[in-house]
């Protein structure tokens, strides 16, 4: 009888217990019910009267404004195999072209920096940062890092960056995103989008509970706080903060705009900025037009809600990973947030404060709460099928407090159930909405886990500054092909036959001021203008073909404008359907190449053509400052019967060969980086000066440099008079040599 006695006495100390934690999930339980029935009103409220009287956001709004430059900061620590799919897919799918991304990398981190180089290398909007420190540091020394090397980027570019925007290595971005963050940059100083876990197999509930907590709270929870208390948690991607923020920060921190100790740097910044009057939003806004939108694959998903402009990524999907992530947060937010971040003078922004720190308490009780069930249940069954058992329930059935705590918290668990399958559902389908059942009791022990690691590393530590960051290892999704690094153009030339090994080697070491290695190649006579394209266009894996840049269809060329040619350097050479094929002398980024697709609203693509076809081109059809034609005079000469035509055409594919832009003579002497002199041309577009006049009004180059620049330009340059007085003619150029040549 003694064991009776036993497990009566330990039954009635469960009795407590229960009603301890009954109590505790009452008391959350209806702090969840409060922002559900705020948001429903809310929501109800805004149907009724302020769509009743304004029309819906139209996001084709976003493709009609100019574009700020936006800067993207990426963090990268033993990164490789990840970053560089992250930096290529976002310079490849963005609708934008006015950014540049800024990846942090560390000294001892040679794979990561070389994923990047190979990245950078064909796309110049994209930088290689080399931190100070030796990693791996705290994710907010390498972004102060990363904001050094772009106010660095800004004085060569002579550009000013409107935003800077934080993603990490494993962020697939939504294609307009960052025309959402140019829509209100001018506006707000925290801007954040949803951030929406890509799904896992239905059988993964580690990586799979992470879709139904940022599902309901970044559809519901952010969205009420914002309204409500006017804050908004960043939540470390898909935030943009504005120049005016930055300069707040950096003002705060004596220099040091983010908090090298926290452990989530992000979620105090929003904290930081609230309290110096800052504007922060919370931005659901549909991607496209209807007409474009992803349509539901799956009953329940939302048109709209499917949409949204949002961070995808993938989230750990074991436990040990899922643990270590989620107890850095829980330090960070709760721990050194109580300690950064007292109460305030406003109880709504301390009801939001109590909410992320309430975790600490509701994942233990809710994990406790299912052990309890768990026994409770098993003694059911005992008394359930056992004949003659013990009746020891007996000992629950007579407390009306328990039961009336129980019946109410079964009500709200219900209504907690209700809700997440909602938003799990609006986003990714009936599916994902049924697995976030089990995958609920799933996540309670993580978080249980979660929590109890965080305690021991803060009680260990001794102080919550203390604790080490835990960096996550991260995974991206294989989306499309993958992007290769560029063969030098050297190696090609010498594979195709064009150049030996020895010839290349003295090029290497005899450089000549303002010309690159291919255009040096052409001017020596050691490869023709036609190796240099085959070479070239291998390089760039397109194709190449000889042109007449004199004889293109001015049909066509009504089709780009001068702007778009001559910041481009392209020339329309044909359509193929609604396919416009351009032609260029080089190699254009991914990020361009839309960039014009976009702006001539029809698909492209490009080919490569010999060297100077299209600089003559450009400068016959789309110059601002005609220069007297050399073909003009070739053709003088040539109807005089001085020249054969087989003669004419030798002299004229020399004369092309040798023409050379501004912008490589820049590029040559190190004057200008590929990526500050894009920037120049995004903001020259819209300029009435000459490219080299606009660049000194701009502070990047002075006027001796551009002195400099014209006379190397002029001097690489044979004019046709020159080549014709070589060819044994008589002749004196009106003003062929005067610098007026196209930058």
């Given at each position: 009888?003694?064991l009776?006695?036993?497990?009566?006495?330990?039954?009635y100390g469960?009795?407590?217990?229960?009603?301890?934690l009954?109590?505790?999930?009452?008391?959350?339980g209806?702090?969840?019910?409060?922002i559900?029935?705020a948001?429903?009103?809310?929501?109800?409220?805004?149907?009724?009267?302020?769509?009743s009287?304004?029309?819906k956001f139209?996001?084709?709004c976003?493709?009609q404004?100019?574009?700020?430059?936006l800067?993207?900061?990426?963090p990268?620590?033993?990164?490789?195999g990840v970053?560089?799919?992250?930096?290529e897919?976002a310079a490849?799918?963005l609708?934008y072209?006015?950014y540049?991304?800024?990846?942090?990398?560390y000294p001892?981190?040679?794979?990561t920096q070389?994923?990047?180089e190979?990245?950078?290398?064909r796309?110049?909007?994209?930088h290689?940062?080399?931190?100070?420190?030796p990693?791996p540091?705290?994710?907010?020394?390498c972004?102060?890092?990363?904001?050094?090397?772009i106010?660095q980027?800004?004085q060569?570019?002579?550009l000013?960056?409107?935003?800077?925007?934080l993603h990490?290595s494993?962020?697939?971005?939504?294609?307009?995103?960052?025309?959402?963050f140019?829509?209100?940059?001018?506006r707000?100083?925290l801007?954040?989008v949803p951030?929406y876990p890509?799904?896992?197999k239905?059988?993964e509930f580690?990586?799979g509970?992470?879709?139904?907590?940022f599902a309901e709270m970044?559809g519901k929870?952010?969205v009420?706080?914002?309204?409500?208390a006017?804050?908004?948690p960043?939540a470390?991607v898909?935030?943009?903060?504005?120049?005016?923020?930055?300069k707040?920060?950096l003002?705060?921190g004596?220099?040091i705009?983010?908090d090298?100790?926290?452990?989530?740097?992000d979620?105090d910044?929003?904290?930081r900025?609230k309290?110096?009057?800052?504007?922060?939003?919370?931005?659901?806004i549909p991607?496209?037009?209807?007409?474009?939108?992803v349509?539901?694959?799956w009953?329940g998903?939302g048109l709209?809600t499917?949409?949204t402009?949002?961070v995808r990524e993938y989230f750990?999907d074991t436990?040990?990973?899922?643990?270590r992530?989620?107890?850095?947060?829980?330090?960070?937010?709760v721990?050194q947030g109580?300690r950064?971040?007292r109460?305030?003078?406003s109880?709504?922004?301390?009801?939001?404060?109590?909410?992320d720190?309430?975790?600490l308490?509701?994942?233990?009780?809710s994990f406790?709460?299912?052990l309890?069930a768990?026994?409770l249940?098993?003694?059911?069954a005992?008394?359930?099928f056992?004949?003659?058992s013990?009746k020891?329930?007996s000992?629950?059935?007579?407390?009306?407090l328990?039961?009336?705590?129980?019946?109410v918290?079964?009500?709200?668990?219900?209504n907690?159930?209700?809700q997440?399958?909602i938003f799990?559902?609006g986003y990714?389908?009936?599916?994902?909405?049924?697995l976030?059942?089990p995958?609920?009791l799933?996540?309670n022990?993580i978080n249980f886990?979660a929590n109890w690691?965080?305690?021991k590393?803060?009680?260990?530590?001794g102080?919550s500054r203390?604790?080490?960051?835990?960096k996550t290892?991260?995974?991206?999704p294989?989306?499309?092909?993958?992007?290769?690094a560029?063969?030098?153009?050297?190696e090609i030339?010498?594979?195709?036959?064009?150049?030996?090994?020895?010839q290349l080697?003295e090029?290497?070491?005899?450089a000549?001021r303002?010309?690159?290695l291919?255009?040096?190649l052409?001017?020596k006579?050691?490869i023709?203008?036609?190796q240099l394209a085959?070479?070239?266009?291998?390089?760039g894996?397109v194709?190449w073909?000889r042109?007449?840049s004199l004889t293109?269809a001015?049909t066509?060329?009504?089709?780009?404008s001068a702007g778009?040619?001559?910041?481009?350097?392209v020339?329309p050479?044909?359509?193929e359907g609604?396919e416009l094929?351009?032609a260029?002398?080089s190699?254009i980024?991914?990020?361009?190449?839309a960039a014009?697709?976009?702006?001539l609203?029809?698909p492209?693509?490009?080919?490569i053509?010999?060297?100077?076809?299209?600089v003559?081109?450009?400068?016959?059809?789309?110059?601002?400052?005609r220069q007297?034609?050399?073909?003009?005079l070739?053709d003088k000469?040539?109807s005089?019967?001085?020249?054969?035509?087989?003669?004419?055409?030798?002299?004229?594919q020399?004369?092309v060969?040798?023409?050379v832009?501004?912008g490589?003579?820049?590029l040559?002497?190190g004057r200008i980086?590929?990526?500050?002199l894009?920037a120049?041309?995004?903001?020259?577009?819209?300029?009435?000066l000459?490219?080299?006049?606009f660049?000194?009004s701009?502070g990047?180059?002075?006027e001796?440099?551009?002195?400099?620049?014209?006379q190397?330009?002029e001097?690489?340059q044979t004019s046709m008079?020159?080549l014709?007085?070589r060819?044994?003619?008589a002749i004196?150029?009106?003003?062929?040599?005067k610098?007026?040549?196209?930058?």
């Open positions: 009888m003694w009776v006695d036993v497990i009566a006495l330990y039954l469960l009795k407590y217990l229960a009603v301890a009954a109590a505790v999930i009452l008391v959350s209806l702090d969840d019910l409060f559900d029935i948001y429903w009103s809310r929501r109800l409220w805004r149907g009724l009267t302020v769509y009287r304004h029309k139209d996001p084709q976003l493709q404004l100019d574009e700020k430059p800067a993207i900061m990426v990268a620590w033993q990164e490789h970053i560089g799919n992250m930096a897919l490849t799918t609708h072209e006015n540049h991304i800024f990846v942090g990398t001892n981190d040679a794979q070389r994923e990047v190979q990245v950078q290398a796309f110049p909007n994209v290689k940062v080399v931190c100070v420190r990693g540091t705290s994710k907010a020394d972004l102060n890092n990363v904001l050094d090397a106010f980027f800004e060569r570019a002579g000013t960056f409107e935003g800077f925007v990490d494993e962020d697939v971005l939504s294609k307009s995103e960052l025309r959402v140019n829509l209100l940059v001018d707000k100083d801007i954040q951030v890509l799904p896992r239905w059988h580690t990586g509970h992470y879709l139904d907590e970044h929870d952010v009420v706080r914002e309204a409500l006017g804050q908004v960043s470390g898909g935030t943009c903060f504005s120049r005016r923020a930055i707040v920060l003002q705060e004596n220099g705009a983010f090298v100790q926290s452990l989530t740097e979620y910044i929003g904290f900025l309290a110096r009057g800052m504007q922060e939003v919370f931005v659901r991607a496209d037009a209807p007409t474009d939108r349509r539901p694959r009953m998903r709209n499917a949409s402009v949002a750990p436990i040990s990973t899922a643990v992530q989620k107890s850095r947060w829980i330090i960070g937010i721990f109580f950064t971040h109460w305030t003078s109880r709504m922004m301390n009801y939001f404060l109590w909410r720190r309430k975790g308490v509701t994942n233990f009780a406790l709460a299912m309890l768990l026994q249940m098993v003694i059911w005992y008394g359930m056992m004949p003659d013990y020891f329930l000992i629950f059935e007579d407390d009306a328990l039961f009336g705590l129980l019946a918290n079964f009500v709200l668990m219900a907690r159930v209700a997440r399958m799990v559902t990714y389908g009936v599916g994902e909405g049924l976030c059942l995958r609920l799933w996540g022990l886990m690691r965080a305690v590393q803060v009680l260990s530590a102080d203390r604790v080490a960051w835990d290892c991260h995974q991206f294989t989306l499309g092909a993958q992007g290769r560029r063969k030098p153009l050297g030339l010498v594979e195709q036959g064009g150049l030996s090994q020895a080697a090029e290497v070491q005899t000549v303002g010309l690159r291919g255009s040096r052409v001017h006579g050691h023709t203008a036609e085959m070479a070239l266009a291998e390089q894996q194709p073909e042109m007449n293109l001015p066509l060329l009504a089709q780009v778009i040619a001559l910041h481009y350097a020339l050479l044909r359509e609604p094929v351009l260029s002398e190699a980024d991914p990020v361009s190449l014009i697709g976009r702006k609203s029809r492209v693509r490009y080919v053509v010999p060297k100077g076809q299209v003559v081109g450009l400068r016959y059809w789309y110059a601002r400052h007297p034609s050399a073909s003009a070739l000469v040539f005089e019967g001085d020249l054969t035509i087989a003669e004419a055409e030798v002299l004229w020399e004369y060969s040798l023409q832009l501004m490589e003579v820049l040559a002497m980086d590929a990526a500050a894009s120049v041309l995004l903001r020259h577009e819209r300029s009435g000459s490219i080299g006049q660049l000194v701009e990047v180059i002075t001796a440099v551009l002195d400099e620049v014209l190397l330009q001097q690489h008079a020159t014709l007085r060819a044994g003619q004196v150029p009106e003003s062929d040599s610098k007026v040549y196209l930058a």
